[in-house]
C-alpha cells in the first residue's frame, strides 16, 4: 500500500480504533461495577479483640478476596492472629437481588454457616449464623482503606475491629 493511500484511510482507521478502545473501556467497568469488585486482592492490617474474659488484645490480619469478573461474586480468606487468640475465616458470598448470600466456615474451631445480609454503598452488613456461634459482620471499603467489625456477643470472642491496607 503506498503512502497516499494509507492517508485516505486514516481518519475512518482512528474512528475504528476509537471506538475499540471506548467498548474496551466500558467492557472493563462493567466487568469490575458488581458490589465486591472494589474488594479483589490482598490486604493486611491490625485491629484488637475482645475476649470474652474480659482481655482485649492486639490481632494482625491477612484478607485475600477473589472476586468474579462480574464483581458479584466473592471468595474470602480471613486470618487473625493476637498472643492467645487465632482465628481463619474462609466464605462463599454472592450478590443477588439486593442480598447477599453465602456460606462460611472458621476452620481453627471447625465451626460453619450460612451468611445473609445487605450491601448500602461501599459497606456490607451480613449476619454470620451456624449451629454454635452467630456474629455480626460490617465491612466498609474506601480505596485502598478497610475497616472490619465483628460483633459475637457470648462467644469466645466477642468484638474485633481490624484496619486493613490493600497490598
Known amino acids: 500500500m503506498s503512502l497516499p493511500s494509507l492517508k485516505r484511510f486514516t481518519p475512518a482507521f482512528s474512528a475504528a480504533v476509537f471506538a475499540l478502545v471506548f467498548l474496551f473501556a466500558v467492557a472493563i467497568q462493567a466487568q469490575q461495577s458488581g458490589p465486591f469488585a472494589s474488594l479483589a486482592g490482598s490486604w493486611s492490617g491490625s485491629g484488637s479483640i475482645a475476649l470474652s474474659s474480659g482481655s482485649k488484645e492486639r490481632i494482625r490480619c491477612r484478607a485475600v478476596y477473589k472476586v468474579d469478573s462480574s464483581g458479584s461474586k466473592v471468595d474470602l480468606q480471613l486470618r487473625c492472629a493476637s498472643d492467645s487468640y487465632k482465628f481463619e ?4 458470598v ?3 437481588n439486593g442480598e447477599v448470600l453465602g456460606n462460611w466456615n472458621e ?3 471447625r465451626v460453619a454457616g450460612n451468611v445473609t445480609g445487605s450491601i448500602k454503598g461501599n459497606q456490607i ?3 454470620a449464623a451456624g449451629q454454635t456461634f452467630t456474629a455480626l459482620l460490617s465491612l466498609t471499603t474506601r480505596g485502598d482503606k478497610q475497616s472490619i467489625s465483628i460483633q459475637s456477643p457470648g462467644s469466645e470472642m466477642s468484638e474485633a475491629v ?3 491496607n490493600r497490598g
Open 94 to 96: 454472592v450478590y443477588q
Open 107 to 109: 476452620t481453627t474451631r
Open 89 to 92: 475465616l474462609q466464605g462463599n
Open 125 to 127: 452488613d451480613v449476619r
Open 162 to 164: 481490624i484496619a486493613l
